[in-house]
Structures are given as structure tokens and as C-alpha cells.
């Protein structure tokens, strides 16, 4: 049989039922016939026993005892569907509780966001923080959905004049690729066929749309960064000399032949050859997981980074960035000690300073705030015991992000983008 | 540019392998669960690729029943002699045995709740603090909300409503002695990846997977097959059919399909077309109530 070319797309959705997200959600799971019978049964039963007036299709994944009793999303659900182009992974974030949480943990991974707006209710705050977070996230590609457009008429004014004004604000946010979709999800225009109730849009349905949207070139193709996760050494007469090093490729491309530095020691030498289980291959690209075997016996171990000699991350023990804040009863502040995971390395840190607390509604700065709490977003200085090797977040997310611990509890507290 | 580093099965592969090395490169000592079921046979081949040319750097472990499929146990155990890896095997009859656990009566008795104990046993006494699973997310709706690395108490309970965030590729397995972390690398795999994976790599399952003859008998609208494991009521019948199964568990709570599909192509038709999920299909566990898996998973169970 011929292997499947099918891409993988990751997108992110946010928003409430009101917004029409799930009936969004069910209608392209059920069109491209990835919901179940058994599973739309129980989802219909559940819905009956409740009084619903219609089939909720978020139970379909409000699969924890908590969610079902309180009739809440708490978590980030993931769904998957396929069409013969592509697998998509969606990572379903709830509207209100824990919103900044999930929307940022959904986000980290994503290609795309989806955000959808009520035609009849324009942009609302709730949708400049889905864009906000999106692009503070770096998603690359966004995707504005008006929906209820049947509610409108189906008006050409009521869409162009909600672009218009995203447009205008989003021109604050740097958004690389917007698009913007005129549907009804609950008729189904636009969503995975063109309607024929809005001849004047000329673009394509959101289907043929997340099938088609280029991601490929969203890699960062220039900075070649490998992080080392681990050091493969066989114990067998076979590869009795083999000495790999093992880990994802984090940005750029890497070849037999390349010459290359290790950091932080500051060896150099040049990749021997780009081992995998199915043989060696002629390169690696973002995303890879391989072995990088090198010319030059050097010491290389787990929290290194191969790069190339004239293009080399940052590296350094003082860390200005943007962190959202995760952790439930405690607070960012000043002289907290933190662990921080950054790409395969851990090390302490210490908060220098709060430089400003950001207002996800309006982008205020507060600069006289000097914590953050659950859900709260600021700009802080942080200090390593160690080096890191990094990037931008904004140009690397891979080299780019780190998280902190907390070490009594050993709890994730929060998510960090280097500035 | 290599158009095949863009398939969906290589990114899947390459974010799998990522999280196995993670894990032996952070933990004391690893396991995988290895039961000969098609999830944990590409578990056990992502983990081969994550470590080539070295071997795993960690044992698998089998939570046995006592009450498996001849052919699987047999799979299991050739599998395990050919990549040369310790297999570590903890049975349900002896945490029996040793009064750990009591044995359900009646002719719809069943050792899955027991194998929760046996499991937790096992982990403790081998002193294990990363455990592979096979879990995906689509296959059940408690899981489709489990993390990645997902922390266990010193009693081996899940916590859904206290999961710690878990954002890119960072995984945080940082926990106190006694406590453990699962480990799901096939969150993001389908079912239906996991038969394209297994076809394109040519790797080798039970063959009670394939279309067979069996003699089966209909419980609670599930076919079961005739096995000195489980009791059948009067009015049970068997008769020979040809069936299949989706997933392989205990015998006495695994259903088998009808089936013709003899081939890898025929199988990755079926499951494309099937419109049933496969626990449903095929899983009485799973049946008992709206929430039989959180239930299960917060006790410990995989």
C-alpha cells in the first residue's frame, strides 16, 4: 500500500457555546464522519436525561465525572478528525473557567487559532483575548470566523465592517496571517462547503481552508539549534565506537558534513552522519527526532546545544520575559525561587523583577504591579544558576520557552516566553 | 525537500520518540507496559527507534490476568526475546494469592478492577518512577483530558481536576520518592494511525487481530469467546463465526467483531469505515457506567 501523505495541522479554538463553538466543532467532526454512532449516543442520551433543548456535543469530551455533574468544561479537550489532505489535532479550550490557562496551554503547540465572533454581537472583549493570547502564543495563522450569519441576513456589511475593526486592533498584535470566514455553523455555510447564501464572499470554506493554509514554511529553516536529550552510547560489540547524540531538531536544518559547534563548551567539529532505527538519513529538519553522530570525540551530554559556528543562540543567565502565571494558590513575586525547564535542561532561577503586570483586555501595562496571580500575564527578569541557550520566543518557540516549577510542590506554575 | 518528513505518521513518531527519550534521560527507573496489544506494540517499536543502536534502556512490564489470549502471550514473549529486553511479569493470581485482592464471583466475574492492585504492586515493589502507557486520547473520554506525563500519588491515584499544565514540548516529571508519573506517548495517535503505522512499518501482531473462527457467544450485545475464563449462562450459546478483535484484553471482558478483514489493508479499510469506536465496540469494562474509566483511572488502573 502507498504510505499516507497526510499533513498534520494542530489548531486551537476558543471561545463559550454561546459563540456557537461546538455546534462549530460537532458539525466538522460529524462531516468528515469523525464521531462515532455509540459516542453521538451517548452524548444524545446524556443530553436527554438533562433537559437539554438540543445535543450538547461538548459532552462528547466532558468526559470527567466533575464536568458532567456541573454541565462545565474544565479542561482543555483534545479531538482529532482527518480529511485525506490533512489530521487535525484540536485543542478545545473552554470559554471561562481557568480561560487564560487553557487558552495558553492549547496555544503552545498550535498552527493555527480559530476565534469566532457572534455576528450579531461583534468583537467583544472575549475576542480580543483569544487574538491577544494567540499572538503573544505566536500562532502563526489566524483565522476570524463570523458566525451566526444567517442571523444577519447574511449581510455583506455586518461581516466587512467586524473585519474592519479587527483589522484595526489587531494592527497592535503581530498576527502574521488573518483570515477572516463568513459562516453559519448551525446550517452549515462555509464551514466545509461554499454557501450559496453569500455569493459576495469570495474566499473558501473553513475546511478547505485548514486543509490548504501553508504551514510548512512556518519552521524556522535558518537557525540550526539541536538540543541534546540524550547521549546514545551501545553497549554491543556491533557499534562497539557508536556515540550519538539524541534529540529534536529546534530549528534550522542539519547535514552530513555541516560543520558545527557545541555549546556551552564551545568544541568544534562536523556532523558524521544523521543516524535513525530506519538508517541514516541526508538531513534533518524541525520536528526530527534523530541521532547526530559527530567527526570529533567530544564531551558532549543532555542539556547541550549543537548549532552552527556563525549563528549561535544567546547565551546567558539573565532572562527578560513574558510569563503567564498557571499556579492556583501562590504568586509570582519578587525573590521567588523557582526550577525552570528550558528546552532539555533544568536549572533554579531567581525573580529579579515585575516589571509590569499586562491588562489581556485592554494591553495596559501596570507598572506598579509587583506580583501575578492565577491567569495573569507580565513582563519579568528572571536569573538562571546556569546559562541557557536560547532565542527570542518570537523567533524560536522551541528555544524560545521555558516553564517554572515550584520545587515544594513540584507543580507547573508557569509558562514563559523569552524576550 | 523531503516530502515525507511532512507525513502526519513521522510527525507522530518524531513527538513520541521526543517523550521516550524525556523520560529515560529524567527518570531513575522507567517501565513500559507490555501487554502484546497493537498500542503498546508500536509503543515498543517507537521505543526500539528512540534508543537505536543502543537497546531500551529500561524493562517492560505485564500486568497478566491470568486470564489472557494464547496467542498473544505467545507474541509477547517472542517479541520480547528478539529485541533482548528484560520483561518483568506481575500476575493477578498471585496478588490473589497472597489475599491482596479478592476474586469477583458469578458467571460475570472479571479480573480488570483486580489488575489496578497487581499494577500498583508491581510498581512499589520494583521501585518504578515513569510508567509507559499505551492510552490514546481519542479512545475515551477521561482520557482525552489525561496529560502526557501525568502524575500519581504515593497511593497511585490520577487527580483530573489538579493535572498540572503541560505546554510545547516541556515535560515536567519532577516528583517526591513514592509517587510515580504515567507516561501516554501515543496521546495524539488514533486508532487508525496506529494500524497505518503498523502497516507501514511491517510490524508483526498477534494473530487473533485477523479474521479468525471462533466459537462466541452474545453477552449484553458484546460477542465473547468460549474460554475456560469465563461462565456461560443458560441461555448463552456459542456458535462458530468469523470475527476479529479491535482491542485485546482479559477474555472475559474483550469482545471480538465480525469480521472478514484479513490483511493490514483490510483492517485500516474496516477501521476507517467503522463507525463504532472500539471500546465501544468491544469493551465490557467500559460499560458499567457513564464515567467506568475515570472511576477505574483515579484508583490507579492504566
Known amino acids: 500500500m502507498s504510505e499516507p501523505v497526510t499533513e498534520l495541522l494542530r489548531f486551537a479554538t476558543a471561545g463559550s457555546v454561546d459563540d456557537g463553538k461546538s455546534t462549530l466543532i460537532g458539525r466538522l467532526l460529524c462531516d468528515t464522519k469523525s464521531i462515532f454512532e455509540d459516542q453521538l449516543a451517548a452524548v444524545e442520551r446524556t443530553s436527554k436525561q438533562r433537559g437539554d433543548e438540543y445535543v450538547n456535543l461538548a459532552l462528547l469530551t466532558d468526559g470527567l465525572r466533575a464536568e458532567r455533574e456541573q454541565g462545565i468544561t474544565i479542561d482543555v479537550a483534545y479531538r482529532y478528525f482527518a480529511t485525506p489532505k490533512r489530521k487535525f489535532i484540536i485543542a478545545d479550550t473552554p470559554g471561562h473557567i481557568q480561560y487564560t490557562r487553557n487558552m495558553v496551554t492549547g496555544a503552545s503547540t498550535a498552527d493555527l487559532a480559530l476565534v469566532l465572533i457572534d455576528a450579531r454581537k461583534g468583537i467583544l472583549e472575549q475576542s480580543r483575548r483569544h487574538a491577544f493570547l494567540a499572538s503573544l502564543l505566536r500562532i502563526p495563522h489566524m483565522v476570524l470566523c463570523v458566525n451566526k450569519m444567517d442571523l444577519v441576513g447574511y449581510s455583506q456589511e455586518v461581516f466587512e465592517n467586524i473585519k474592519q475593526e479587527f483589522r484595526e486592533f489587531a494592527r497592535k498584535?503581530?498576527?502574521?496571517?488573518?483570515?477572516f470566514i463568513p459562516i453559519s455553523a448551525l446550517n452549515g455555510d462555509n464551514v466545509v462547503d461554499?454557501?450559496?447564501?453569500?455569493?459576495?464572499?469570495?474566499?473558501?470554506?473553513?475546511?478547505?481552508?485548514?486543509?490548504?493554509?501553508?504551514?510548512?514554511?512556518?519552521?524556522?529553516l535558518i537557525d540550526a539549534r539541536f538540543p541534546v536529550q540524550y547521549v546514545v552510547r551501545p553497549i554491543s560489540g556491533a557499534h562497539h565506537d557508536f556515540r550519538g547524540y539524541a534529540g529534536t531538531v529546534a530549528g534550522g536544518m542539519f547535514k552530513p558534513g555541516d560543520s558545527v559547534v557545541v555549546l556551552p563548551s564551545g568544541f568544534e567539529s562536523r556532523v558524521r552522519s544523521i543516524e535513525t532505527f530506519d538508517g541514516a538519513r541526508d538531513q534533518a529538519v524541525p520536528s526530527d527526532s534523530v541521532v547526530i553522530t559527530l567527526e570529533d570525540e567530544i564531551d558532549v551530554s543532555r542539556g547541550d546545544m549543537i548549532c552552527r559556528p556563525h549563528n549561535r543562540p544567546t547565551v546567558g543567565q539573565d532572562i527578560e520575559a513574558m510569563v503567564c502565571w498557571l499556579g492556583d494558590h501562590t504568586k509570582l513575586a519578587a525573590g521567588n525561587k523557582y526550577a525552570i525547564k528550558h528546552t532539555t535542561k533544568w536549572a533554579r532561577a531567581?525573580?529579579?523583577?515585575?516589571?509590569?503586570?499586562?491588562?489581556?483586555?485592554?494591553?495596559?501595562?501596570d507598572e506598579s504591579a509587583d506580583t501575578l496571580s492565577l491567569n495573569e500575564i507580565g513582563r519579568i527578569k528572571l536569573r538562571t544558576t546556569a546559562p541557557l541557550l536560547y532565542d527570542e520566543y518570537r523567533r524560536n518557540r522551541t528555544t524560545g520557552s521555558f516553564l517554572l516549577v515550584d520545587e515544594a510542590t513540584n507543580n507547573t506554575v508557569a509558562a514563559g516566553m523569552i524576550l | 525537500m523531503n516530502q515525507a518528513s511532512f507525513t502526519h505518521l513521522r510527525a507522530l513518531e518524531s513527538e513520541s520518540v521526543h517523550i521516550?527519550?524525556?523520560?529515560?534521560?529524567?527518570?531513575?527507573?522507567?517501565?513500559?507496559?507490555?501487554?502484546?496489544?497493537?498500542?503498546?506494540?508500536?509503543?515498543?517499536?517507537?521505543?526500539?527507534?528512540?534508543?537505536w543502536p543502543a537497546k531500551l534502556p529500561f524493562p517492560l512490564m505485564h500486568v497478566d490476568t491470568g486470564h489472557n489470549f494464547p496467542e498473544v502471550l505467545d507474541y509477547r514473549d517472542r517479541r520480547?526475546?528478539?529485541?533482548?529486553?528484560?520483561?518483568?511479569?506481575?500476575?493477578?493470581?498471585?496478588?490473589?494469592?497472597?489475599?491482596r485482592v479478592a476474586e469477583e464471583k458469578g458467571p460475570r466475574a472479571s479480573r480488570n478492577r483486580l489488575q489496578t492492585t497487581t499494577l500498583l504492586d508491581g510498581i512499589t515493589e520494583h521501585g518504578f518512577d515513569a510508567v509507559f502507557g499505551g492510552a490514546r486520547r481519542d479512545e475515551e473520554k477521561a482520557r482525552a483530558k489525561e496529560r502526557v506525563f501525568s502524575f500519581r500519588?504515593?497511593?497511585?491515584?490520577?487527580?483530573?481536576?489538579?493535572?498540572?499544565?503541560?505546554?510545547?514540548?516541556?515535560?515536567?516529571?519532577?516528583?517526591?520518592?513514592?509517587?510515580?508519573?504515567?507516561?501516554?506517548?501515543?496521546?495524539?495517535?488514533?486508532?487508525?494511525?496506529?494500524?497505518?503505522y503498523i502497516a507501514q512499518e511491517n510490524i508483526e501482531i498477534p494473530s487473533i487481530y485477523f479474521s479468525h473462527q471462533r466459537d462466541v457467544f452474545k453477552r449484553d450485545g458484546m460477542w465473547l469467546s468460549t474460554s475456560p475464563f469465563i461462565t456461560q449462562m443458560e441461555n448463552e450459546h456459542a456458535v462458530p463465526m468469523t470475527v476479529r478483535y479491535r482491542t485485546v484484553g482479559d477474555m472475559s471482558c474483550t469482545g471480538a467483531v465480525e469480521s472478514a478483514a484479513a490483511t493490514l489493508d483490510e483492517i485500516i479499510s474496516e477501521v476507517a469505515?467503522?463507525?463504532?469506536?472500539?471500546?465501544?465496540?468491544?469493551?465490557?469494562?467500559?460499560?458499567?457506567?457513564?464515567?467506568?474509566?475515570?472511576?477505574?483511572?483515579?484508583q490507579g488502573y492504566f
Request: proline share 3%; hydrophobic share 40%; net charge negative.
Open chain 1, 173 to 179: 498584535l503581530e498576527v502574521a496571517d488573518l483570515t
Open chain 1, 194 to 220: 461554499r454557501s450559496k447564501n453569500m455569493p459576495w464572499y469570495e474566499g473558501t470554506s473553513l475546511l478547505h481552508h485548514l486543509e490548504e493554509v501553508h504551514i510548512a514554511s512556518d519552521r524556522n
Open chain 1, 350 to 365: 531567581i525573580v529579579n523583577d515585575v516589571r509590569y503586570r499586562l491588562d489581556i483586555n485592554s494591553l495596559h501595562r
Open chain 2, 20 to 51: 521516550i527519550r524525556e523520560v529515560a534521560a529524567e527518570f531513575d527507573r522507567p517501565v513500559l507496559l507490555f501487554s502484546g496489544g497493537k498500542d503498546s506494540i508500536v509503543m515498543l517499536r517507537l521505543a526500539e527507534k528512540a534508543f
Open chain 2, 80 to 99: 520480547v526475546a528478539e529485541i533482548g529486553a528484560r520483561l518483568v511479569v506481575v500476575s493477578v493470581q498471585d496478588s490473589i494469592d497472597a489475599g
Open chain 2, 153 to 196: 500519588d504515593e497511593f497511585g491515584q490520577w487527580d483530573p481536576k489538579n493535572q498540572r499544565p503541560e505546554l510545547w514540548s516541556l515535560y515536567n516529571g519532577r516528583h517526591q520518592k513514592g509517587e510515580h508519573i504515567r507516561v501516554f506517548p501515543l496521546s495524539n495517535w488514533t486508532e487508525l494511525d496506529i494500524w497505518q
Open chain 2, 273 to 298: 469505515a467503522s463507525r463504532i469506536t472500539e471500546r465501544g465496540a468491544t469493551r465490557a469494562d467500559d460499560r458499567a457506567s457513564e464515567t467506568a474509566m475515570e472511576d477505574r483511572k483515579r
